[in-house]
């Protein structure tokens, strides 16, 4: 009996993967989609759409759900999505910003507030955190592309604004204006980036308790469960051990 609830609790966190690989994939097909439709449908004449390949790319999307993303923005029938920016407070009063892609902003906003509620947070207004964040754009190299020399002196030369080289690779910070000129010298030099896009940073981190930090990766993991969230900031850092338990349960 033990060795088949093992089994069945195998196959169960097999098919949740496979069903956030599929929202994942939903959420990275929409952002190619939006991107190709504001743009020119090419990669490279639209940085927003390299940026979004990019990033397929790195989730081993297929190149057969990439195209179709891009062809589908072509089509008269396509969906109208419009990018929304949401913010709040989570337990502890830790801020979160929120990044959708909606066709509907009244279900989207509703349901937003709702797993704020469900979780002990609230919603608040546009502004009310963002300013305690950083909007910036970053390249991400492999530490085997360059030596944190060679990397450093080309991200200075490409008017970037700060480099942080470690084993996990190379991260170069841009402003959001200037993303994508140093990623294009970047890849001239070092190739094709692993990532290239804009974010928020928090400007300082808040630590939380090992309960709070809980209570704050089930909220995000709820909000991210939303097909329309695209991406989701914090300004709260944790115990290895809370977030090794929290990816186990």
């Given at each position: 009996m033990a060795g088949h609830s093992q089994f069945k609790n195998i196959m169960?966190?097999?098919?949740?993967?496979?069903?956030?690989?599929?929202?994942?994939?939903?959420?990275?097909?929409r952002e190619i989609t939006v991107a190709a439709k504001l743009g020119l449908p090419d990669p490279q004449f639209n940085p927003r759409l390299r940026a979004a390949v990019l990033a397929a790319r790195a989730e081993n999307m297929p190149k057969d759900n990439i195209e179709r993303a891009i062809k589908k923005s072509q089509g008269s029938d396509s969906e109208n999505y419009d990018e929304i920016r949401y913010e709040g407070y989570g337990p502890g009063g830790v801020a979160i910003i929120i990044e959708a892609l909606t066709d509907n902003h009244n279900r989207t906003a509703g349901e937003v507030r709702a797993t704020f509620a469900r979780n002990g947070g609230n919603l608040a207004t546009t502004g009310a955190v963002s300013f305690m964040f950083d909007h910036i754009g970053v390249v991400e190299y492999d530490a085997k592309a360059a030596s944190a020399e060679a990397m450093l002196e080309a991200a200075i030369e490409s008017g970037a604004e700060d480099v942080t080289s470690n084993e996990d690779g190379h991260q170069i910070a841009t402003t959001p204006e200037t993303l994508r000129d140093v990623a294009k010298a970047l890849e001239v030099k070092f190739g094709e980036p692993r990532k290239a896009a804009l974010l928020w940073r928090p400007q300082n981190t808040v630590a939380v308790d090992d309960e709070t930090g809980e209570k704050?990766?089930?909220?995000?993991?709820?909000?991210?469960?939303?097909d329309e969230v695209q991406n989701v900031y914090a300004n709260f850092e944790m115990s290895d051990a809370v977030i090794q338990k929290m990816s186990v349960a």
């Amino acid at each position: 009996m033990a060795g088949h609830s093992q089994f069945k609790n195998i196959m169960h966190k097999k098919g949740r993967a496979d069903k956030a690989r599929s929202k994942l994939f939903s959420k990275l097909a929409r952002e190619i989609t939006v991107a190709a439709k504001l743009g020119l449908p090419d990669p490279q004449f639209n940085p927003r759409l390299r940026a979004a390949v990019l990033a397929a790319r790195a989730e081993n999307m297929p190149k057969d759900n990439i195209e179709r993303a891009i062809k589908k923005s072509q089509g008269s029938d396509s969906e109208n999505y419009d990018e929304i920016r949401y913010e709040g407070y989570g337990p502890g009063g830790v801020a979160i910003i929120i990044e959708a892609l909606t066709d509907n902003h009244n279900r989207t906003a509703g349901e937003v507030r709702a797993t704020f509620a469900r979780n002990g947070g609230n919603l608040a207004t546009t502004g009310a955190v963002s300013f305690m964040f950083d909007h910036i754009g970053v390249v991400e190299y492999d530490a085997k592309a360059a030596s944190a020399e060679a990397m450093l002196e080309a991200a200075i030369e490409s008017g970037a604004e700060d480099v942080t080289s470690n084993e996990d690779g190379h991260q170069i910070a841009t402003t959001p204006e200037t993303l994508r000129d140093v990623a294009k010298a970047l890849e001239v030099k070092f190739g094709e980036p692993r990532k290239a896009a804009l974010l928020w940073r928090p400007q300082n981190t808040v630590a939380v308790d090992d309960e709070t930090g809980e209570k704050l990766l089930k909220l995000i993991e709820a909000l991210d469960e939303s097909d329309e969230v695209q991406n989701v900031y914090a300004n709260f850092e944790m115990s290895d051990a809370v977030i090794q338990k929290m990816s186990v349960a």
